[in-house]
């Protein structure tokens, strides 16, 4: 009779796991068709405007529209939306997985710092020609901030592993580096002149309207190498969200999941900015959005923040265009709006939980 309660149990257990399954997978699957819709809308926004079918037809059948069409949609709206995704994209799985190994629901690469790091040496590049990694001088710019950068992450790392370091600690240690690496870039300002103070400027605001295929491919291609390595890690990451002592008795090695998170975290944050400036908030409000409708499992929380990163930024580059008409607003500016208050209900949701 027990034994035959305890299958009923689990019998129903796993049912009720599959259709939990079916109706994350069924989001996700929303999520992606509400991207692909922003997609073509973020597209047919500009100067001169185009409707959803005269999209469509440009991309699935570019010889049956006029050649004008087919130029401004494939090779200078394309770009700039795919751009959207790709960056949205890599912020948002960056944030996602610093807010994992961290468990401090505030991280991410922009309110720790790791973001202002690589503009910081990028902006080295551009005004100095100082070359971080000499022996890449052709990729100087990209390989500065990704140093940059790296050498934030490991800073950050290297606080968290000290005993008697707390969460708060990180978040302040973080705000600490956004006002240092901040300070410097400004110097790195009053000094450059004209030419390269007008693309520090472009860093700061954050744009995507230099986006090329190139540009494109680059930062696609570190989205293909990442994911797979985080999916691949997908168990030992959940299990980091019980602590440190539960995923090591489980036999997850904590201290080398962490450095390689913080190695890919790095990679994922300095390639978008080195290409469209520093975008505040999308790595930090992606997950969060996330996490509320897939939960923290990493086979959906994964694909989730990836999603939904790619959808923000994109939705956002669509408000850039409409909020004045024949003017393209910084992407930047956009997200902070955006972010900001979205910053201040995590802090004082986390009061309230701490109290």
Known sequence: ??????????????????????????????LC????????????????????????????????????????????RMPIAL?????????????????????????????????????????????????????????????????????????????????????????LLGIALVFTFNALLSLLQYLASEQALAAVVFWTMGSLTKATWTKVAVTFAVLVVCVPLFARRAWALTALRLGDDKAASLGVNVRSLRLETMLLVSLLAAIPVSFVGTIGFVGLVGPHIARMVVGEDQRFFLPGSVICGA??????????????????LPIGVITALV?????????????RRAW
């Open 1 to 30: 009779m027990a034994i035959a309660i305890q299958d009923d149990v689990a019998t129903e257990g796993r049912s009720r796991y599959r259709a939990l399954a079916a109706r994350r997978l069924l989001i996700l699957a929303g």
């Open 33 to 76: 068709a509400a991207l692909a819709l922003s997609i073509a809308v973020d597209i047919g926004l500009g100067p001169a405007r185009y409707s959803l079918s005269e999209v469509l037809s440009a991309i699935f059948t570019p010889q049956s529209v006029p050649n004008q069409l087919r130029v401004v949609v494939w090779d200078i």
């Open 83 to 171: 751009m959207a995704v790709t960056v949205g994209a890599c912020l948002s799985l960056a944030g996602a997985q610093m807010q994992t190994i961290l468990a401090n629901p505030l991280a991410s690469p922009f309110t720790l710092g790791i973001s202002a790091a690589a503009g910081f040496g990028a902006a080295l590049a551009l005004v100095a020609g100082v070359a971080v990694f000499p022996a890449a001088i052709q990729f100087m710019v990209p390989m500065n901030a990704f140093l940059m950068a790296m050498l934030a992450s490991l800073f950050i790392y290297g606080v968290s592993t000290l005993r008697g370091v707390t969460v708060e600690t990180i978040v």
């Open 311 to 328: 959808l923000l930024l994109s939705t956002t580059s669509v408000v850039s265009k409409m909020l004045i008409p024949g003017a393209i």
């Open 339 to 351: 972010g900001v208050p979205f910053f201040f209900s995590l802090i004082f949701t986390n009061r």
